[in-house]
């Protein structure tokens, strides 16, 4: 598999919002494309979660509308009625587009990615990548990361923000 399919991902409303929130959404342009269902919008920027300027000002952002029907369909076939509109249609698009790489914060989204196939990847892990490809230096991965702990809206426990400063400092 090449590079570039590599570097894609579909995103999911989570690290939007917690990105946003700690003022380091434009990290999601280590990934490209960024493949967004409507239905993410739609919880990110309908809802107020985040200003539509700071999503659609990301060069790499790819919206995707999918049939109600298909992912109906998808979500039948994968048992994922307990998953949420946005990570239903995530899920269906990692599938339709053969992109192995889903940035979720949801841990119901995460292990139904795992099922699949897919790689789940969080708001920590989109930072750890950022550091790790010289995009941010440690100092503001780790602030990036205390950040994510103190100020946004994700539950992440001070034992995983630990062990992430700690991981961050092996690479």
Request: proline share 4%.
């Amino acid at each position: 598999m090449g590079e570039a399919k590599l570097n894609q991902v579909v995103v999911d409303s989570g690290p939007i919002i917690h990105l946003s929130e700690i003022e380091v959404l434009p990290l999601l342009q280590i990934f490209s494309p960024i493949h967004l269902p409507d239905a993410v919008w739609s919880e990110t920027v309908e809802r107020g979660r985040v200003a539509s300027s700071a999503l659609s000002g990301l060069p790499n952002i790819q919206r995707h509308a999918l049939s109600s029907e298909d992912v109906a369909q998808f979500v039948r076939e994968n048992a994922l009625e307990k998953l949420q509109a946005g990570e239903c249609e995530c899920l269906c698009l990692c599938k339709n587009l053969k992109v192995v790489t889903l940035l979720t914060d949801d841990l119901a989204a995460r292990d139904a990615a795992k099922r699949l196939g897919i790689t789940p990847v969080g708001s920590l892990g989109v930072i750890v990548r950022a550091y790790r490809d010289g995009r941010i230096s440690l100092e503001e991965a780790e602030r990036c990361i205390s950040d994510l702990d103190s100020t946004s809206t994700l539950f992440v426990t001070r034992a995983i923000v630990e062990l992430a400063i700690r991981e961050l400092k092996k690479i």
